[in-house]
Structure formats: C-alpha cells, structure tokens
Antibody
C-alpha cells in the first residue's frame, strides 16, 4: 500500500532553514509527482509546490520562490522540502502528498510540525 | 489566484440526515480538455486531509457512496446523503485549473 512517512517535528529560530523529508513506499517513486502543502495552526491549506521525482523538475508557488527548494533522492525514494529564512508565520504543519490524478492528492504524509520561535 | 468560497463555514447535522456544502470559484474550472478540476477533501480532527472527490464527481477509492459531488463551471456542491459520526471534520474544496492550486476556507461539520 502507498505510504508517505515524514520526518519529525522541528523547532527553528527566525532566519534559519528547515528541511523536511518524505519517504515513499508501496509504489514506483519516480512515477508520480510529490506536492507539498502547509497548514498554519487553526488555518486552512496552502499549496507550496511540486517536484517530479523522475526528472527532478520543480514548480513553486510564487509566494515561496527564492525561499523553498524541493529535491529528491531516488535511491531511497525520498522527497525533501527545504524552506529558508524562516519567519514566525512559517510555523505550520507541512504535508507531502502524492497525486492520484491531476492534483487530486490521494495519499498524504502524516505531517511535520515546524515551529519558528526565538 | 483563483478564489474558492465555501458556504456555510460550519454545519451541525443530526446523524442520518443529509448535508450539503457549496463551493464557488472566481473563474470557471472547466479546462479545454473537457475536464473540470475541482476536488473535495476531508480533514478529520488530528489527521491529514484525505481525498473524497476528484474532478467534480468521481469518488476516490474507498470513499463511501453517501458522498457525492456535483456542479459545473464555477458552482459546485458536496452532498452527504446520510451523515454519520465519522464524517466530522473540516471539508475543503480545491481547484487546480490554474497555478497555484487554491483551497476554500473550509467547512466544519459537527454532529448534533
């Protein structure tokens, strides 16, 4: 069965960077895009971008351009999302998700809480 | 960005009764390929979101048939024919006709 397992919670200071991992299993990793979506405490869902695990190609939301980098390591079926120059309003749960069709995210990671605090 | 507006923002439903959530987009979600890129997700308390409906009316694998989606263009509806206790959570619509994909504000469904 398809599973996405994310790395654990992080606490960072303003200005630092965080790198969240998303390990995929149960399917061919290079066959499906991985997207990243975040959710601030008590708030809604916000799309950050995607990575094509086959080519490494990426597409980022304009809001995060210059601050976000999505990468992958096909040898271990893992995608990564790195966010730099962290601010307090980057405090959120970050999810990776695999598409079913189109942008229908049929499978989600369990989420990674990133807390940015001085 | 395409703005997605859901109504109502909260809903209290008696078990066994129907429920309906509306989602309106600021532009048509019908693409030139004939598909309409509208999705519905449910986020149960303390959990990751889960896909219910894709491309307006297609139920994702394992989704009970009491959930149905409909609509066209800019107006869409998610219906639950008979609400059960396990249906509590926040429901989101999402569009992907234009990047970035955007979500509605969410509709919180609780059981009376």
């Amino acid at each position: 069965q398809v599973q996405l397992v994310q790395s654990g919670a992080e606490v960072k200071k303003p200005g630092a960077s965080v790198k969240v991992s998303c390990k995929a299993s149960g399917y061919t990793f290079t066959g499906y895009y991985i997207h990243w979506v975040r959710q601030a405490p008590g708030q809604g869902l916000e799309w950050m971008g995607w990575i094509n695990p086959n080519s490494g190609g990426t597409n980022y939301a304009q809001k995060f351009q210059g601050r976000v980098t999505m990468t992958r390591d096909t040898s271990i079926s893992t995608a990564y999302m790195e966010l730099s120059s962290l601010k307090s309003d980057d405090t959120a749960v970050y999810y990776c998700a695999r598409v079913h069709v189109g942008y229908g995210y049929g499978w989600w990671g369990q989420g990674t809480l990133v807390t940015v605090s001085s | 960005d395409v703005v997605m507006t859901q109504t109502p923002l909260s809903l209290s439903v008696t078990p066994g009764q129907p429920a309906s959530i509306s989602c309106k987009s600021s532009q048509s979600l019908l693409y030139s390929d004939g598909k309409t890129y509208l999705y519905w997700y449910l986020q149960k308390p303390g959990q990751s979101p889960q896909l219910l409906i894709y491309e307006v009316s297609n139920r994702f694998s394992g989704v009970p048939d009491r959930f149905s989606g409909g609509g066209s263009g800019t107006d869409f509806t998610l219906k639950i024919s008979r609400v059960e206790a396990e249906d509590v959570g926040v429901y989101y619509c999402m569009q992907s006709i234009q990047l970035p994909p955007t979500f509605g504000q969410g509709t919180k469904v609780e059981i009376k």
